[in-house]
């Protein structure tokens, strides 16, 4: 086991991945040129965010496919492809450009199992970017996962660290059914130890980063590492605060979550995607909806605001949930004064 980036260890599994199962391929713009060009000799620029680094040397260009700018002809070639038995690896650059190929997602790729009666398997792997902080401006900053979650057919990973993206990418690539995994763009370069040696992750499996019995704080992707640090900081003033980080919105693991707030009473949801229809939404709806009875306090939810993302440095950093934010609703449901928190 070594210290490895998050870039490192998805490009670690995509190779591993590709030289288990000769059916696996990669699908996007500029998978194989990217930073250094596509002129004539095999560079190793893999992309805008480097993460398919000397895969196509390896591999070739019939497993390592650069595309046109064409998102809508991307997708559609990976669930064709799919459908005849491979098993395509996608890079669609930011999730925002979704726009232009929505339609074959929401009405294809996640219909087809469905439509032909569970005869066909389209083991699409759609790996993207999500997230503010870059400095990419509204067009190139969006959350969005909580949009694709909400459609039934659709598998939504959100690996908060280098560990937990070898292990989902690997699962993903090895599911029959079609699976987007939201990569924050902001978490490239953060590592920690992961195994040299392939491995998988389970979806619908809560991870608990922090252990606590005071209130449960629910965060995904990067907002995993903010919370930690509010748990962390808390804890040395004496507060109990455990942090589950879901991995999975769909299939999203429902008891953790419920089992967590029945201990604690209180929950804080944070979520970098904008407060309507969001995952902060689901899990304070989830916890009202059958966990009600425990619940000591309010839930309180930590989101950008509804606005899209700021390209002005400052007004960035300020439309990005912080810490002292996570750290004031934590406060807040534990001071709510009522009957049950007096009793429990």
Do not use: W
Request: net charge negative; aromatic share 6%; glycine share 8%.
């Amino acid at each position: 086991m070594s210290n490895k980036t998050m870039r490192e260890a998805i490009n670690e599994t995509l190779r591993q991945e590709m030289q288990r199962d000769p059916c696996v391929i990669i699908i996007g713009e500029d998978v194989v040129g990217g930073r250094g060009g596509t002129s004539g000799a095999e560079e190793a620029g893999g992309g805008a965010f480097g993460v398919h680094s000397g895969l196509v040397q390896e591999f070739g260009r019939e497993r390592v496919i650069d595309t046109p700018i064409t998102e809508s002809a991307i997708i559609g070639a990976a669930g064709g492809a799919a459908l005849t038995g491979l098993r395509p690896v996608v890079e669609l650059m930011f999730v925002d450009f979704v726009g232009v190929c929505f339609d074959q997602i929401l009405n294809q790729i996640a219909k087809f199992r469905y439509m032909f009666g569970g005869m066909a398997k389209t083991p699409v792997t759609i790996r993207t970017t999500i997230g503010a902080g870059f400095g990419a401006g509204p067009q190139h900053s969006q959350t969005l996962y909580p949009m694709f979650t909400a459609i039934p057919g659709l598998k939504c990973v959100l690996p908060s660290n280098a560990y937990d993206a070898k292990g989902l990418l690997a699962q993903a690539i090895r599911d029959d059914d079609p699976v987007i995994v939201f990569e924050h763009k902001m978490m490239y370069a953060d590592a920690c130890e992961v195994p040299d040696e392939p491995y998988l992750i389970p979806f619908g499996q809560a991870n608990f980063t922090r252990k606590g019995d005071q209130v449960t704080i629910v965060a995904f992707s990067r907002m995993v590492h903010l919370a930690n640090q509010v748990a962390d900081k808390m804890a040395q003033e004496g507060i109990s605060v455990e942090v589950i980080d879901p991995r999975t919105t769909s299939p999203l693991d429902e008891d953790s979550i419920l089992d967590s707030v029945e201990k604690t009473g209180r929950l804080v949801v944070v979520d970098e995607s904008n407060p309507y229809c969001s995952m902060a939404t689901e899990i304070a709806s989830l916890a009202v909806c059958e966990a009600y009875d425990y619940l000591k306090a309010p839930v309180v939810k930590v989101t950008a605001p509804h606005t899209p993302v700021p390209a002005t440095p400052s007004l960035e950093q300020a439309y990005i949930p912080s810490t002292t934010q996570i750290e004031t609703a934590v406060n807040t449901v534990l001071d709510f004064d009522s009957p049950r928190a007096a009793m429990g």
